[in-house]
T-cell receptor, first 113, second 112 residues
Framework: GDSVTQMEGPVTLSEEAFLTINCTYT??????LFWYVQYPGEGLQLLLK?????DKGSNKGFEATYRKETTSFHLEKGSVQVSDSAVYFC????????????FGTGTRLKVLA | GAVVSQHPSRVICKSGTSVKIECRSL??????MFWYRQFPKKSLMLMAT?????????EQGVEKDKFLINHASLTLSTLTVTSAHPEDSSFYIC????????FGPGTRLTVT
């Protein structure tokens, strides 16, 4: 079945450091790919998405490119802030002709001032 | 943008009692809503798909008699945890779809 694999956290960075959170997927068909962010005690918020190969999703300084050849959707940000501290989830949908979302295990990011 | 609310945000109940959690789409209609459970420091586990006007579809391993789902209208789905036990303590999140899923803020259930 479809699956999403994320790098294990936690990831601890200093403010203004460069961030990469790796995400790879396995899916049949052509899934859409997402990054969600979850702040403590809250639900998930859509951060960015890409619906086809080579698409780049971007929002709030975060970017991810849909790489079909490497089945990856790595999240990057050039300069993190303390307020970016949260848990980040990679997800896919529509890979097997279904609307169901498959989530990765999440990566906790902690940014130190 | 599309907003999904959940009520209550937190609930504490005694073992053996039942708890109802509401999920509402505030500014759009959703024929399909989803219920997830999130264990501490873990990902979201899809519990069931809630379809307006029909029975919910449960994922493998989820007890449908324990987690009752009712999708009474295009803007409301409810999850009732029946005869709750401490192991049911968790963070429950719903989402509603217009093609893209919008997530509620979650409900923290603690069973004592």
């Amino acid at each position: 079945g479809d699956s999403v694999t994320q790098m294990e956290g936690p990831v601890t960075l200093s403010e203004e450091a460069f961030l990469t959170i790796n995400c790879t997927y396995t899916a049949t068909g052509y899934p859409s790919l997402f990054w969600y962010v979850q702040y403590p005690g809250e639900g998930l918020q859509l951060l960015l998405k890409a619906t086809k190969a080579d698409d780049k999703g971007s929002n709030k300084g975060f970017e991810a490119t849909y790489r079909k050849e490497t089945t990856s959707f790595h999240l990057e940000k050039g300069s993190v802030q303390v307020s970016d501290s949260a848990v980040y989830f990679c997800a896919l949908s529509g890979g097997s002709g279904t609307y169901k979302y498959i989530f990765g295990t999440g990566t906790r990011l902690k940014v130190l001032a | 943008g599309a907003v999904v609310s959940q009520h209550p945000s937190r609930v504490i109940c005694k073992s053996g009692t039942s708890v109802k959690i509401e999920c509402r789409s505030l500014d759009f209609q959703a024929t399909t809503m989803f219920w997830y459970r999130q264990f501490p420091k873990k990902s979201l586990m899809l519990m069931a798909t809630s379809n307006e006007g029909s029975k919910a579809t449960y994922e493998q391993g989820v007890e449908k008699d324990k987690f009752l789902i009712n999708h009474a209208s295009l803007t409301l789905s409810t999850l009732t945890v029946t005869s709750a036990h401490p192991e049911d303590s968790s963070f429950y999140i719903c989402s509603a779809t217009t093609g893209e899923q919008y997530f509620g803020p979650g409900t923290r259930l603690t069973v004592t």
